[in-house]
């Protein structure tokens, strides 16, 4: 018996008058695999870029369910789950668009299912909103210091800094351990998020949210049409998510 819950889902490719709400099931548990109640979620520019077809050649399946970012409250988990417990706060990026291509279940959504390696505990001086805002941002521009081998002492350039990624960059670019240029797709990882926990948790880095936000889960249309205008400063927060 499949359990229903509500979601904004597509089933073409297209503009944002293609998402719909309404019910959508409840994903069934891989055996590595927790079910997150959702608290918050967040949208990045790659969740219309997916909607528009940028991978139409991955073989997703329809209907969709987009969003990447996710911060809840784990309610099941699967046979070989280890790492986390029913009732734990979770935070994390679900989707790994560089390994397996971007999957049918985003986060817009009232329950997400998430391998358990992607996720991570979220910060206690974190509110949900804050943590949502969070993963696939703070990952992106880790991956890219950590890809160029940016060390204390040098300087570098950020582009776009009033920007989910930028924002986090010029925080890190201030806190982490030549730069160069280089084309990479995040991996997302609960790992690297434990790691920058420190940093967060003494309020190095900071959530940069925007401030036409959080949206209602009843208003992500018009989430969506700010996001896509170019003028959001920050990451634009969906919550709480009812």
Known sequence: MDYMQKAWFYNEYGPRAVLQYGDFPVP?????????RVRAAAL???????RNGVFKDTGLEFPV??????????????DN??????????????????????????????YTAV????????????????????????????EGFDR??????QTVFIVGGEGGVGSLAIQLANSSPHPRAEFYIVTPSGSNLE????YIECEK?????DPTGPYAFSNVMEAFKHLESGRARGKVVISPID
Do not use: H, W
């Open 65 to 78: 369910v987009p969003g990447c970012d996710v911060a809840g409250v784990i309610v099941d988990e699967g």
């Open 28 to 36: 069934q548990l891989g055996d590595t695999q927790v079910l997150v």
């Open 148 to 153: 160029a081998k940016f060390q204390r002492g």
């Open 115 to 142: 391998e358990e390696s992607l996720i991570a505990l979220k910060p206690e001086n974190m509110s949900f909103e804050e943590a949502a805002s969070f993963p696939l941002a703070l990952q992106t521009a880790q």
């Open 195 to 198: 790691r920058l926990r420190s």
């Open 44 to 50: 990045n520019p790659v969740d219309f870029k997916l």
């Open 205 to 209: 880095l900071k959530p940069v949210i």
């Open 81 to 110: 789950v280890s790492m986390f417990s029913k009732g734990d706060e979770v935070y994390g990026n679900i989707q790994s668009f560089n390994t397996v291509g971007p999957k049918q279940y985003g986060t817009l959504t009232q």
